[in-house]
């Protein structure tokens, strides 16, 4: 595995370790150390590392149930900085369903959302969607703009929004009356293709290319590829491709699956396309299938 670019012997022995055994053990001692369930708290809507420190120190907090009460009970009101916004947040976000609803492709209202947003600008719905998987769980889309806020304005417009869980100046993040979330991003030209790409995924394929970009003293994030401060590509995804020495990925492929070395030695498989596909047309009478009658 360490003949892979990026791979190192340090690297592919942890990686080795996850595939033999299912488990890292750097990642749970660091999970012990956390006390109760504190990651799934900083998963929530509102908090983040510093909130969720300020609740475990001050309250006592370490499990879902205990902010539960917490919540309800009004102890909140107690820390700086929590007002009635984040509590109403939280005490719905604790109310739902620890398994979050994924959505058939075909449900998902993504052709509905780029006509909507579309307005001279480019608008790609990104993730899980444009590779192809059998179902989603959100829908994360990038829109070439100007004005992010704008954009955003637009968005909470949209006839089927139910909820606005956030609205800012490049991102805003709505809940569809289905229960599907979507997430708009408005990037500039220039980090177009870095912006797709990240939000794109997979997780495990943008790792292994930040790994490449590394190995090259680079930096790859969703603003662009860099050299220093120096932006070195960004604007397209094959522009970042071709920069790490890869040839271009498509979406469908992109799960960190072999697919790498592929684009490297210039062997990817190709896609089956529209255009190849052959059928017969089959078709019955309207008779019924005793006799003709």
């Known amino acids: 595995m360490s003949e892979l670019p990026g791979i190192g012997k340090d690297l592919a022995g942890k990686i080795a370790q996850i595939v033999q055994t299912g488990h890292f ?42 902010l539960r009460r917490a919540v309800k009970t009004g102890r909140l009101h107690r820390l700086r900085g929590f007002g009635p916004g984040i509590e ?7 109310e739902k369903p620890t398994t979050k609803k994924r959505f058939k492709l075909s449900v998902a209202e993504a052709e509905a959302l780029v006509g909507f947003l579309r307005n001279g600008s480019r608008v790609v719905v990104a993730g899980s969607y444009r590779r192809r998987r059998d179902t989603v769980g959100d829908l994360d889309v990038v829109v070439t703009a ?50 797709l790409l990240y939000f794109t995924g997979s997780q495990a394929h943008n790792i292994a290319l930040r790994g490449i970009a590394v190995h090259h003293g680079w930096k ?4 662009g590829l860099f050299s220093g401060r120096r932006r070195i590509a960004g604007a397209t995804e094959e522009e970042i ?52 009658n």
């Open 25 to 66: 053990d750097l990642l749970d001692s660091l999970k012990r150390k956390m006390p109760g369930q504190l990651a799934e708290i900083a998963t929530l809507p509102g908090l983040g590392p510093k909130r969720v420190k300020l609740i475990h120190d001050k309250l006592k907090v370490s499990t879902l149930d205990e």
């Open 88 to 94: 109403n947040k939280l005490s719905a976000a604790l």
């Open 146 to 195: 100007a004005d992010g806020a704008a954009v955003g304005n637009k968005l909470v417009g949209y006839e089927n929004v139910a909820e606005v869980s956030a609205h800012g100046p490049t991102r805003t993040t709505v809940v569809l009356r289905s229960g599907l979330q979507v997430d708009v991003r408005a990037v500039p030209e220039e980090s177009y293709g870095a912006a």
């Open 220 to 223: 790859l994030n969703e603003y």
């Open 241 to 292: 491709y071709k920069k790490l020495r890869l040839a271009f990925i498509p979406p469908e492929l992109r799960e960190d699956q072999g697919e790498i070395a592929l684009a490297a030695a210039n062997k990817l498989p190709a896609l089956v396309t529209r255009a190849d596909i052959r059928g017969d047309l089959h078709v019955h009478p309207d008779w019924t299938d005793d006799g003709f």
